[in-house]
């Protein structure tokens, strides 16, 4: 079998596994299985339609945990609420916590607390990563570059991997950030200066990819998956680049130098019709076209824009991406032309986390912020908003099965959404 043919059968089946892998969480809308939900985009599309409403009547509060630092987003399994924290800057734990009550089911800990550089000093140095469900276990980053497997129903562990020791790597400055993707038997991480994939049943490395020449940078960034130009790739945003994996081999299909005042792209790239959609940290948001002539792709600019992403993963809605800007303000801007439809007045925190239903997106800002705001490219609408806490609040919003769940920095909340 020739590369160009294994290729593509390879496409072919991850597209099938993908699919298989996420159809189940979506259809039955009671998990919340990964970092940004069943598809890793935000996007809800079972359940009752969302209220109008975020008073007490419509979203109430039915039980709340205290917890130690932590911003990692929680997820929902078939049987569990799984939150993240890092206790005494010594252990990182693990808790499964039953949805309707709260009450804890299992709790497992390693050693894994370190102290992130300066730059990384304001969302703390506590883990961050948001775990991932694959139907029987969990797949957790710890901040010192360590992966754990654990077995979901008993919480007990099946392996772990060390990757300062398997690659003889340095810490990484702002830890273990990487939320996993799982696609079929294969788990994908930014970890050890590279992009490395596992076999999810034993944690033995595939294959290890994109290996950065200047160590102990790490990366800012979670992986996507999607397919561009027929062609199922793993998306990467590494310090200065971004760029698609063959799922299989690591091969780089192509990638792009990022024209940053300062290095670090940290939102995940999206494939919009064949193109790719980024922003760096520091300049400006743009769109890439990938043109493909058999395996070999080629990439070019599209437009460019002054509005920036920082960190908070935009919603895609048609040929629109609503954004939460570096400037605090949301905006909606048009992917075919690059131009801003509007921008928001209002200020809404250093970050958020956003969802959408339907027309309807659902974004909770760092300072505590819950907004409830119409997908509409005419003008910012917003439907209703409430202050939903004090505390600082960096994890993803979770959803599922009727109940939204806040990970504030030394808690996780419970709410009834109906």
Known sequence: ???????????????????????????????????????????????????????????KQIWRIELSNGYSSPIVTDNHVIVLETRDKKYEIARALDPKTGKEIWKQKWDGSMEVIPMGARTGSWIKSTPTYDGSRLYISGMRDLLVCLDEKSGSEIWRVDFMHRYGTPIPELGFICSPLVVDNSIYVQTADS????????????????????????????????????????????????????????????????????????LTPIVYRDQIFTSTRQSRSGMYRLSRAGTNFNVSKIWKNKATVYMSAPILMNDYAYLHLKTSRLACLNLKTGE??????????????????????????????????RATPTRFEAIDSRKICDAEVWGHLAIAGGRLFIRELNAITAYQWE
């Open 1 to 59: 079998m020739d590369s160009h043919k294994q290729i593509s059968l390879t496409s072919v089946l991850l597209v099938f596994c993908l699919l298989s892998c996420f159809v189940r969480g979506e259809k039955d809308g009671i998990t919340w299985p990964q970092w940004r939900g069943p598809t890793r985009n935000g996007k809800v599309s079972e359940g009752k339609p969302w209220p109008d409403s975020l008073n007490d009547q419509h979203l």
């Open 195 to 266: 992009v490395v994939c596992l076999d999810k049943v034993t944690g033995e490395s595939k294959w290890r990819s994109m290996i950065e020449e200047e160590k102990g940078h790490g990366s800012y960034s979670s992986l996507g998956i999607d397919s561009v130009q027929g062609s199922l790739q793993i998306l990467v945003a590494m310090i200065s680049d971004i760029a698609g994996l063959n799922p299989g081999t690591g091969e780089i299909l192509w990638s792009q130098r990022l024209d940053s005042i300062e290095r670090g792209c940290i």
């Open 340 to 373: 801003e439809e509007w921008t928001s007045s209002k200020r809404f925190g250093f970050y958020c986390s956003m969802i959408s239903k339907e027309d309807r997106i659902l974004a909770l800002s760092n300072e505590g912020e819950l907004l409830l705001f």
